[in-house]
């Protein structure tokens, strides 16, 4: 998976408890991405980066904070995890936010929240 | 708007030809994408075809764009049982400052032998 390593892959946590996803990348790509995967709805963005300390939020931002502090670990924060936050989440990266936008993905890790 | 939408599911022979579409409703897309997701695994790009173009061919993958019917389509020749995976198109608009990829709901591919 083009050098990115999720973790964790599973993990099942409760309602209201904070929760911290984390992508790490060997490729020294600048920008890295969380989506989240859904049935019916395809991969939604949650937030972005273009580089360290420099973030933004995607669509479906509330209820989630991102950290980047190196160039290679990109950090999914559910501050207070609820169901609706039951999902698959996707980390991704790309070479340049250029006008070709390929995207190398993780493999995901599967959330949930009881 | 940025709606992507496929159809959810398409079953073919071992052999046959398949072909999986996509439409889009932004017309200023600057790159179009597929992606195949196998089972436990995160995407992989497949191909993408530059707007401006109306085909792109990559061994037995023939990408496919109408712009004025904003339809997308990927047909895979010959298929076989390790094409079954779940197929994504998306699409790249410029979002002030950087590449916005929208994903479509996928498809879901059953080959059978």
């Known amino acids: ?114 | 708007g940025e709606d992507v939408e496929q159809s959810l599911f398409l079953s073919v022979r071992e052999g046959d030809s398949s072909v999986i579409n996509c439409t889009y409703t932004d017309s200023s897309s600057t790159y179009l994408y597929w992606y195949k997701q196998e089972p436990g695994a995160g995407l992989q790009l497949l191909t993408y075809i530059f707007s401006n173009m109306d085909m792109k061919q990559d061994q037995r993958l023939t990408v496919l764009l109408n712009k004025k019917d904003k339809h997308l389509s990927l047909r895979i020749a010959d298929t076989q049982t390790g094409d079954s995976a779940i197929y994504f198109c998306a699409e790249s608009l410029d979002s002030g400052g950087y590449q916005k990829v929208t994903f479509g709901t996928g498809t879901k591919l059953q080959v059978i032998p």
């Open chain 1, 1 to 114: 998976d083009a050098g990115i390593t999720q973790s964790p892959r599973h993990k099942v946590t409760e309602t209201g408890t904070p929760v911290t996803l984390r992508c790490h990348q060997t490729e020294n790509h600048r920008y890295m991405y969380w989506y989240r995967q859904d049935p019916g709805h395809g991969l939604r963005l949650i937030h972005y980066s273009y580089g360290v300390k420099d973030t933004d939020k995607g669509e479906v931002s509330d209820g989630y904070s991102v950290s980047r502090s190196k160039t290679e670990d990109f950090l999914l924060t559910l501050e207070s995890a609820t169901s609706s936050q039951t999902s698959v989440y996707f980390c991704a990266i790309s070479e340049s936010a250029g006008v070709n936008e390929k995207l190398f993905f993780g493999s995901g890790t599967q959330l949930s929240v009881l």
